[in-house]
Each structure stands twice: as C-alpha cells, then as structure tokens.
C-alpha cells in the first residue's frame, strides 16, 4: 500500500491549489481517504474526508466551503482543492487512508509522505 501526495506549493492568500493523492496497491473506493495537515508547532488536524462505502464527505469547519476533496476511482487517485487559502492554511498536508472511517489521524493506518503548502499575505 502506497500513497503518494503531489500539488503543494506557495500561493499568494486568496489563491488556489489542488493537492492529489495517488493511491497503489489497494483500490480506493473499499477506504476512507482523508486529508490531515500539521503546521509547525501544533498537532495533525483533519481537514477533509471521503467515505470509501458511499463517498460521503465532510470537512472541518475551518475549511468548510473553501476545500473540496474528491475521488478518481479509475485513477485511483483522491483530491483537495483548496480555495480562497488563508495565511492559516499553512501547513504539511498528508493524505491518509483506512478500510474504516474515522475522523482522528490514529485512525488512519496508511499515510502518504506529506506536501507543504505555504499560504502568503
């Protein structure tokens, strides 16, 4: 099992950037995805999530109406667009995935290498 994180950068506050997770070696709709991030200083917070069963998602509500995480099952590649960024949003984002749902990272038994993004005023 392998996860691999891409689409990280700097952007300027108010700008976008989409983040992809390319998933190996299982198919991702049998897991739950979910994106955490860690900015320096502080614990993994979960942003975004993806039920593998029926493809729900849910967001923190720091990112609500801003994020958008969504799933290419013939790619077998999971995204996060991210809009209207804040200086806030500043962090190392990791993709992670799980045969069951759960909202906390040490729930999640499969982590990707982690992306930074850099939000600037």
């Known amino acids: 099992v392998q996860l691999v994180e891409s689409g990280g950068g700097l952007v300027q506050a108010g700008g976008s950037l989409r983040l992809s997770c390319a998933a190996s070696?299982?198919?991702?709709?049998?897991?739950?995805i979910s994106w955490f991030r860690q900015a320096p200083g502080t614990g993994r917070e979960g942003s975004s999530w993806?039920?593998?069963?029926?493809?729900?998602?849910y967001y923190a509500d720091s990112v609500k109406g801003r994020f958008t995480i969504s799933s290419d099952n013939a790619k077998n590649t999971t995204y996060l667009q991210m809009n209207s960024l804040k200086v806030e949003d500043t962090a190392v984002y990791y993709c992670?995935?799980?045969?069951?749902?759960?909202?906390?990272?040490?729930?999640?038994?499969?982590w990707g290498q982690g992306t930074q993004v850099t939000v600037s005023s």
């Open positions: 992670a995935a799980d045969r069951s749902f759960g909202s906390s990272w040490w729930e999640y038994g499969y």
């Open positions: 993806i039920a593998g069963s029926d493809g729900r998602t």
């Open positions: 070696g299982f198919p991702l709709e049998d897991y739950a």
